[in-house]
């Protein structure tokens, strides 16, 4: 089946930019999704790229896409505490999501 | 926030009993899933519906059972609990059609004792 991977942890200095990348296998995926999970709560929607883009700024947030690849990275500037976090990847179609594990980020103050 | 609203919150509960968690949505969106996370196992399907009384299984289906009686309402049976479902429970809603990000609910933390 298809799946979805990434790096189970990263840790950062608060200020720093922060990088989590994440890969896929689903080719046919419509759009990417990036997730975060902060304690004891549900997956908060973070931002998202359609396939046929190649970057997606928002505030903060970049995503980068390489088709080709199947590689999709989520890029957070001046990274704070407050982004302490589990950050989800998920790629599919049609409402059929298919989710990588996780990535805890950790920020160092 | 999207409408999501999953009960009860937290359960404990024996091996063996039946149980049923709830999810409600506000939305009037068409697709509804259940999920459940675990360590080192990330986010796992266990069944989803595609509309009132359409269900289809997930990843993780077996010893769970789904019913959609009307489009706000998924609920989810565990018809004899195991340890092994001990887990956090999440439900999930979308369009699912074109840009159809799935809205998550705040989860339901069960354990079986």
């Known amino acids: 089946g298809e799946d979805v991977e990434q790096s189970l942890f990263l840790s950062v200095r608060e200020g720093d930019s922060s990088v989590i990348n994440c890969t896929y296998t689903?080719?046919?995926?419509?759009?990417l999704y990036w997730y975060k999970q902060e304690p004891g709560a549900g997956l908060q929607l973070l931002t998202y790229i359609f396939s046929n883009m190649d970057m997606k700024q928002d505030q903060r947030l970049t995503v980068l896409l390489n088709k080709k690849d199947k590689h999709l990275s989520l890029r957070i500037a001046d990274t704070q505490t407050g982004d302490s976090a589990i950050y989800f990847c998920?790629?599919?179609?049609?409402?059929?999501?298919?989710f990588g594990k996780g990535t805890k980020l950790s920020v160092k103050p | 926030d999207a409408g999501i609203t999953q009960s009860p919150r937290h359960k404990v509960t024996e091996t063996g009993t039946p149980v049923t968690l709830r999810c409600h949505q506000t939305e009037n969106h068409r697709y509804m899933y259940w999920y459940r996370q675990d360590p080192g196992h990330g986010l796992r399907l266990i069944h989803y519906s595609y509309g009132v009384k359409d269900t289809d299984k997930g990843e993780v289906s077996d010893g769970y059972s789904v019913s959609r009686s009307k489009t706000e309402d998924f609920l989810l049976t565990l018809e004899s609990a195991t340890s092994s479902q001990t887990s956090v429970y999440f439900c999930?809603?979308?369009?699912?059609?074109?840009?159809?990000?799935?809205?998550f609910g705040n989860g339901t933390r069960l354990t079986v004792t």
């Open positions: 999930a809603i979308s369009e699912g059609q074109g840009y159809s990000p799935l809205h």
């Open positions: 998920a790629s599919g179609s049609q409402g059929n999501l298919i």
């Open positions: 689903d080719s046919s995926s419509t759009y």
